[in-house]
């Protein structure tokens, strides 16, 4: 795992050092002993663990500097693309949001654990955590399995004018974004940018949609989860 990683990263043009590793693996290590009881991850193998997570996650170093940011990770399950952001990039501020408590629970003990700074793990809803914080991060990220435009209205408003949203996606995703681009407008952003990549030592080739938060969000948004489910933008 840790030579896959090693090499990735260099692959990637990410500089990391030998602390960052150990972190990463301490972070895996804790995930899997966990994952025995918990459902966190189908992805076992530590070798798929360094690709289709850990690098995975790391693409978004490529294409943004979080340096000394404030980003939220929205619905961010077992703690990506957060927690490998986080460890790569330690001096950003970060959040991870999530509404399952127990996933919550896992990555609280992960940041007290591993004496990680800068850093916390909420539950809570997206769309409620926005009337606490709502306009005040420079990024908000998402791996979460939704729609565009659902995450977008989960996201956005949490980001500040001239922020950026970054979501992952994969690389079929044309229509997904084309649909949701009215969307994306009424809340404020528009997409930018869209940057295909192919994870280091595999063949698979996944996206990430970058949205410039153009405008405020109006105050109508989000909705509460249940209307953004029966009727999305």
């Known amino acids: 795992m840790n030579e896959l990683l090693k090499t990735g990263f260099a692959e990637m043009g990410l500089a990391v050092t030998e602390e960052q590793l150990a972190q990463l693996q301490a972070f895996t290590a804790r995930m899997l002993e966990t994952n025995r009881v918990m459902n966190l991850t189908g992805i076992t193998q530590p070798d798929e663990i360094a690709t289709k997570h850990l690098l995975d996650c790391a693409s978004l170093l490529t294409v943004a500097d979080f340096s000394q940011k404030s980003v939220v990770d929205v619905g961010c399950g077992a703690g990506f693309p957060g927690m490998p952001l986080h460890i790569l990039c330690p001096d950003c501020e970060l959040t991870l949001l999530d509404s399952l408590r127990k996933r919550i629970v ?3 003990s992960c940041i007290d654990g591993m004496q990680l700074t800068h850093m916390e793990a909420v539950h809570a809803r997206a769309e409620e955590f926005a009337s606490r914080r709502r306009e005040t991060y ?3 990220v998402s791996r979460a399995v939704a729609q565009l435009n659902v995450l977008a209205e989960l996201s956005l408003p949490l980001v500040k004018p001239g922020g950026l949203f970054i979501a992952m996606k ?39 949609v970058m949205i410039r938060k153009k405008n405020p969000t ?10 953004i489910s029966a009727n999305p933008l």
Do not use: M, N, W
Not at 174 to 180: F, H, M, R, S
Not at 218 to 227: A, D, E, G, L
């Open 106 to 108: 896992f990555l609280q």
């Open 138 to 140: 420079d990024f908000a």
């Open 170 to 208: 994969g690389k079929d995703s044309d229509e997904e974004i084309e649909a949701a681009k009215q969307a994306i407008a009424r809340l404020g952003g528009e997409c930018t940018r869209i940057v295909d990549y192919t994870i280091p030592h595999t063949d698979i080739t996944h996206r990430l």
């Open 218 to 227: 109006p105050k109508q948004y989000p909705r509460p989860f249940r209307k």
